[in-house]
């Protein structure tokens, strides 16, 4: 059983009444494989630009993460910066700077394209397509969607039907769980 993670990963910068940090590892790709880790090992893909500290990001690797996936771009990573409140409930946007991930387009290794279960992690809708059909070979798809979550699930279900040749009520039938952070 495998558990693919497709998403952001990210460098942050975070203010909080109690401290801050800049540069720290980030993203939804990120967040979710250390998180997911704990209970499976998790496949990674996503896109660094040449300023990320991919050694930091290796470190995580023991855990059960494969980053093999994550492609080495030339350019800024994606840098998001937030200032959070002091019950750290609410957050304000500083900045967000796409860099590299602007123009992300996943790209699925051989060994990940059997995942059974999917989590999708802050990417563009339009970028599903790609990302479910390599893995629509399986009986059972977990599908994640972030913030996108009405958009998406429209188009999911579309592609998943053409990659298992299937009607789009047999994929609602067999899709058993759509997550949302």
Do not use: C
């Not at 790709?29 to 896109?47: E, K, N, R, T």
């Not at 800024?76 to 409930?89: A, C, H, I």
């Not at 809708?125 to 059972?140: D, E, F, K, V």
């Not at 188009?155 to 040749?165: F, N, R, Y």
Request: a negative charge; proline letters at 4%.
């Amino acid at each position: 059983m495998s558990l693919l993670v497709v998403g952001s990963v990210a460098l942050d910068s975070i203010f909080t009444p109690f401290g801050e940090t800049a540069d720290a590892l980030g993203g939804s790709a990120v967040f979710f494989s250390v998180a997911g880790a704990i209970l499976h090992p998790i496949q990674v893909v996503g896109v660094v630009g040449s300023d990320y500290p991919v050694k930091e990001l290796e470190l995580l690797a023991p855990r059960g993460i494969d980053w093999s996936g994550v492609e080495h771009a030339e350019g800024e990573s994606f840098r998001w910066k937030g200032k959070y409140s002091y019950d750290l409930q609410s957050r304000e946007t500083l900045e967000t700077r796409l860099g590299v991930f602007a123009a992300f387009q996943p790209k699925l290794p051989p060994k990940f394209r059997d995942a059974e279960f999917l989590f999708l992690g802050n990417i563009r809708s339009t970028l599903i397509a790609g990302t479910a059909r390599p893995s629509a070979g399986n009986s059972t798809t977990t599908i994640a969607g972030a913030n996108m979550l009405d958009t998406a699930r429209n188009l999911l279900v579309k592609e998943l039907a053409i990659a298992k040749s299937f009607s789009e009520e047999k994929i609602m039938e067999e899709l058993r769980t759509i997550f949302a952070n």
